[in-house]
């Protein structure tokens, strides 16, 4: 570009330790990248924050930085207070804040509202700019799919997701791109409408760089509590798999005095996990992949997959850094910002949105499988077909 790229920032609420604060404070005050401290080639000029509370500080960020202005609408963020679109990329930050949850217990964050907002203004102004959406889409999936369906219509690129297809690994390896793969398990952590997505973020990014790409999953099915014990028992998903994946974790639940041995038996488990969660689910290929969370078991989102001819075990984590440094750093955030960039300064998106588009549909058949006691989810509307990029976006170095 001839001229820096100019900012706009739309968030739910700006605290410290908000997505907002990791995201945004990345752009006003750089951070650490390939070992020196990286300020973006680009200026945050707007800010909308739709709730403003005690704990705010994006009025702080507001007086410290006065080329960034605050505006009460999004619409004005995007347009700088005038009548036409006048910056080059948004973000939209629906993450935290005070937002109802319906009888799915999902959160109702206003990311589809906040979307369609920001159209309009794209609409109105005769044109449009590059966009990331932080995290999945939208608890709903109908509205999902026309965030997706908008931004291929108005031609505009688009990005969307968490940092986990982009932080460290350990080991720090990639799927082969090509290889045949026939089944696939994550385990990881966390609450159900939240950390799934995380833990469905970290198979879809390894599985959809197998031979033929990626085709779209055609049912799921969820089991929880004894309905997971049981399925795990008959190996609905292999334990071999699961094993590999837990083998990869640095937070492992110390199940017996000492250290030589410290992986849990069945019964040790289910002493430890008291609400595990498993999303089960078939690829249109015949792949199959699961999700599971073992809160208090481990902290952490582990990969294994059975990949080539023979079967082989290709393992990996999705490295976050251990507390307190997750929370208070979240260097994790430092490769999600700088995809970002590489987005709004090239105008070409450095991953498939596609891969959120998929992943937030399973999360919601995931939601509806356990509000239906794990019955069994058809998901034709799922049949989203893409193809990797070849070249790796995770965080090297």
């Not at 006065?66 to 700088?80: Q, S, V, W």
């Not at 005038?82 to 937002?99: C, N, R, S, T």
């Not at 720090?172 to 833990?199: K, N, Q, T, W």
């Not at 929370?327 to 596609?354: D, H, R, W």
Request: net charge negative; aromatic share 12%; charged share 20%.
């Amino acid at each position: 570009m001839d001229k820096r790229p100019k900012i706009a920032a739309i968030a739910t609420i700006y605290h410290k330790y908000s997505h907002a604060q990791h995201i945004v404070d990345r752009f006003l005050e750089g951070y650490g990248w390939h070992s020196r401290h990286h300020y973006p080639e680009m200026d945050l000029v707007s800010l909308y924050v739709e709730q403003v509370k005690e704990n705010d500080i994006s009025k702080d960020r507001l007086e410290r930085f006065p080329t960034m202005k605050g505006y009460p609408t999004i619409a004005e963020a995007l347009t700088c207070g005038g009548d036409k679109l006048a910056v080059d990329g948004v973000l939209l930050i629906g993450e935290h804040g005070e937002y109802p949850s319906n009888e799915k217990g999902q959160r109702l964050y206003p990311r589809y509202e906040h979307f369609k907002q920001m159209a309009e203004v794209f609409e109105q102004s005769g044109r449009s700019v590059p966009v990331f959406n932080d995290k999945h889409l939208s608890w709903n999936w109908e509205w999902a799919r026309e965030m997706y369906d908008i931004s291929q219509e108005m031609n505009f690129p688009f990005m969307a997701g968490s940092s986990l297809p982009v932080t460290w690994r350990t080991p720090s390896i990639d799927m082969p791109l090509g290889i045949p793969v026939s089944e696939a398990v994550c385990v990881g952590y966390g609450g159900v409408d939240s950390y799934d997505f995380h833990a469905l973020e970290t198979l879809q990014c390894m599985v959809e760089r197998r031979n033929g790409g990626e085709c779209g999953v055609k049912w799921l099915q969820a089991y929880r509590g004894d309905t997971f014990w049981n399925a795990h028992h008959e190996q609905v998903w292999s334990r071999e798999l699961f094993e590999s994946a837990l083998c990869r974790s640095h937070t492992l639940t110390p199940s017996r005095p000492g250290f030589n041995n410290s992986y849990p038996t069945l019964d040790e488990m289910k002493e430890i996990v008291k609400d595990p969660i498993a999303y089960h689910y078939e690829h249109q290929d015949g792949l199959k992949s699961t999700m599971i969370l073992m809160n208090g078991l481990v902290q952490d989102f582990n990969f294994a997959a059975y990949v080539g001819t023979d079967s082989e075990i290709l393992s990996t984590q999705m490295y976050l850094p251990m507390p307190p440094a997750r929370t208070t750093l979240a260097n994790f955030f430092s490769p999600l910002v700088n995809n970002i960039e590489q987005m709004f300064l090239t105008g070409k998106a450095t991953y498939p949105a596609e891969r959120t588009l998929l992943t937030t549909g399973l999360v919601a058949a995931g939601v509806d499988s356990l509000f239906e006691d794990g019955s069994k989810q058809e998901t034709p509307h799922l049949d989203i077909s893409y193809q990797s990029t070849p070249e790796s976006t995770f965080w090297r170095t």
